[in-house]
């Protein structure tokens, strides 16, 4: 596929034998990212790791320092007793067994994160079919399954997200979008490799952080050095 002349400007601006501190890196991206919407920062990290091996799966969760840009639309299962915590602290639907049944019987998943209480998964059962391949089932692990709902859904608000890594052993993650000034991305760039760092299988052998790569939305790929983030 033949790249744009606007690509192909740009991407002069970047030396490909470089690998660039992080600083350099987001600063660098930042002036190839002259398209004409607000696009966003993403990092891509190879791993150490071998991805058929679940016991060497990277998953976490975490709460970025500032704004990725994009709040996500969230669903609460939840019973009564929680439906104003859950309203109070900005999830877009709340609902019980009404709710649930009314998905099972529709099968539209129109939210992007599901939240509930524990005492709500075994009626969530009968939607795992729907829920379970898009990612969307809440689980403990990504903490989306919990009793305090108002925690939950405010630090999803927040921009909390959940990653983990794919089949060939990479992370991709935006840290925010081109308009946030360059200190802010680097906290958040800098939290990201922190949370992956302290979730590091201890079967890893070898270097963990193989390659680090950041880009912009239709921007050229920066390579950052990985010493500089170990």
């Not at 903490?143 to 052993?169: Q, R, W, Y």
Request: avoid cysteine.
């Amino acid at each position: 596929m033949a790249h744009s002349k606007r690509f192909q400007e740009v991407s002069k601006l970047v030396d490909k034998a470089k690998k660039y501190s992080p600083e350099e890196a987001i600063d660098l991206a930042k002036k190839t990212a002259n398209t004409k919407f607000t696009g966003s920062v993403e990092l891509h990290i190879r791993l150490g790791i071998d991805p058929e091996k679940s016991e060497q799966s990277v998953r976490a969760t975490l709460v970025f320092p500032n704004t990725i840009g994009k709040t996500k639309k969230i669903i609460a299962f939840v019973g009564q007793d929680k439906e104003k915590d859950a309203k109070e602290a900005g999830a877009d639907l709340v609902g019980g067994e009404e709710l649930i049944n009314e998905i099972a019987q529709s099968g539209k998943t129109d939210f992007e994160v599901a939240v509930a209480t524990p005492d709500m998964m075994p009626k969530l059962a009968k939607l795992a079919k729907l829920l379970g391949p898009k990612g969307l089932m809440p689980n403990p692990k990504t903490d989306t399954v919990g009793p305090n709902v108002k925690k939950m859904v405010e630090d999803l608000k927040k921009g909390k997200i959940a990653f983990k890594n794919d089949s060939t052993g990479i992370i991709h993650q935006a840290i925010g979008k081109t308009d946030l000034d360059n200190a802010k991305l680097l906290e958040n760039l800098n939290a990201l490799m922190e949370v992956i760092k302290k979730a590091k299988p201890s079967s890893a052998k070898g270097a963990y952080l193989k390659s680090v790569t950041l880009t912009t939305t239709m921007g050229p790929g920066i390579q950052i050095d990985p010493s500089s983030l170990a």
